[in-house]
């Protein structure tokens, strides 16, 4: 429970020791940034802070926004707690360059107050399907259908411009932030926090049916920052380290079940494979790709066991490269695996597999130079008759033999296995 209630007990500290130091009022403000795109950990970091801006009775929430867009479950649930907050959510689009696409628009039409940087833009919130399959043509109706009245609904219970954000998500259109501001998309430009304080400083908007005026001037700004635990789960949920994760996984299993009771290879592999399967509940993931990458680590093990002249080595690369193109398919950018990453990554697994991997399976291949096992393979000559029984002459040495075949005087023989002192022999053929 204690560990549970720390991060709101740390917060309301900061908030107090803010309050004291740099607002005579006894006001503040929350600021929270999120830089990326939109999935489980954003909308909880984001929930979690609407939470305890209503604890510490903040005067309002400024959320600071730059994403490309992300999950529409994600987004939608975001945007419900937004519009449930019991304090003010102020979204800013900033810095200048950042925008609020696809799943951003409907966070800053949720928003009670909506203001964008100069030279930022928005739009361009056409619902798409991230598993990369086309859905049928009813089915998508359906689906943007849903969308725009989910964007007008929120647009009109802030008084802002519904056919625009219809348009946004029909039409995927995207506009700078000063045709925002004329076409009641938003609620004003500020160029930075305090001109952003400053401007809505006065201004009335309705909370819980009710009428609020914001008073934000000279309010003390606590900037929540994402603790390690975000910031750990934002960088799993990148689908290039998911990808990397994955890998690491299926090389450490390998590991471990090539030398059972290696424990450190196994345990590796298990939380990397565990992490990895965490990232894929936010990602697009194609389970053909998974299953062509589990085939070509398949074909790299079986080209080390038998002799292919090089067929399932290429096999496994060929299957390796499709798996990591397919694993995660959508037509979002940010969604999808870097080729920078796979290209390196399926070389650098077929060498690992072809070269280190192959040289331990041939040495412990290799004939012993040494011991009585060091003998099999050896050739000799016959001293005696030998039927069954007789002597062979080996490394200047005179060894008993048997063996099943009838072999003359002066016959070179070749060692096949070693009984005590005894050696098994055949003819060496010519």
Request: with cysteine; hydrophobic share 50%.
């Amino acid at each position: 429970m204690l560990k549970r209630l720390m991060p709101n007990l740390l917060l309301l500290a900061g908030c107090a020791l803010s309050l004291a130091s740099g607002s005579e009022s006894g006001r503040s403000a929350l600021l929270v940034e999120i830089d990326g795109i939109i999935n489980p950990v954003s909308m909880e970091f984001v929930i979690k802070a609407i939470e305890q801006a209503e604890e510490a009775q903040a005067e309002c929430l400024i959320l600071k926004l730059d994403t490309p867009g992300g999950l529409g479950e994600s987004m939608r649930e975001m945007v419900k707690r937004m519009l449930a907050s019991e304090v003010p959510v102020v979204v800013y689009v900033a810095p200048e360059g950042a925008r609020a696409a696809s799943a951003g628009v409907f966070i800053t039409l949720a928003a009670h107050v909506a203001a964008m940087a100069p030279g930022t833009h928005i739009g361009a919130a056409h619902p798409v399907n991230l598993g990369g399959q086309s859905m049928d043509e009813e089915m998508a109706k359906k689906v943007e259908n849903d969308f725009a009245a989910f964007a007008r609904s929120i647009a009109k219970q802030h008084g802002r411009n519904e056919e625009w954000a219809e348009a946004a998500v029909r039409e995927s259109v995207s506009i700078t932030s000063d045709e925002a501001l004329e076409k009641r998309v938003i609620d004003l430009i500020a160029a930075d926090i305090p001109d952003l304080l400053a401007k809505i400083d006065g201004r009335k908007i309705t909370l819980g049916g009710k009428e609020v005026t914001l008073q934000t001037k000279e309010v003390a700004v606590t900037e929540l920052a994402k603790g390690l635990r975000y910031r750990i789960l934002e960088t799993i949920t990148n689908p290039n380290v998911a990808y990397i994760l994955m890998i690491l996984g299926f090389y450490g299993l390998f590991f471990e079940l090539s030398n059972p009771g290696a424990i450190l290879p196994g345990v590796v592999g298990g939380i990397c494979l565990i992490l990895a399967f965490y990232a894929f509940q936010s990602l697009p993931i194609n389970y053909a790709g998974v299953s062509l990458i589990v085939l070509a680590i398949i074909l790299f093990i079986a080209e080390i066991m038998v002799v292919s002249h090089g067929i399932l080595s290429m096999g496994g690369v060929i299957a390796m490269i499709l798996g990591s193109f397919l694993l995660i398919e959508s037509p979002q950018p940010y969604l999808r695996i870097s080729l920078a990453v796979i290209l390196p990554t399926v070389a650098m697994t077929a060498l690992f597999f072809l070269l280190v991997i192959g040289l331990a399976v041939r040495v412990h291949r290799k004939r012993r130079a040494s011991g009585p096992e060091a003998l099999i393979g050896e050739t000799g000559q016959a001293q005696t008759e030998i039927d069954p029984e007789g002597s062979v002459f080996l490394h200047s040495e005179i060894w008993r033999a048997k063996s099943t075949e009838r072999i003359e005087k002066g016959d070179e023989v070749e060692v096949i296995a070693l009984d005590g002192l005894t050696l098994h022999v055949r003819l060496k053929k010519s």
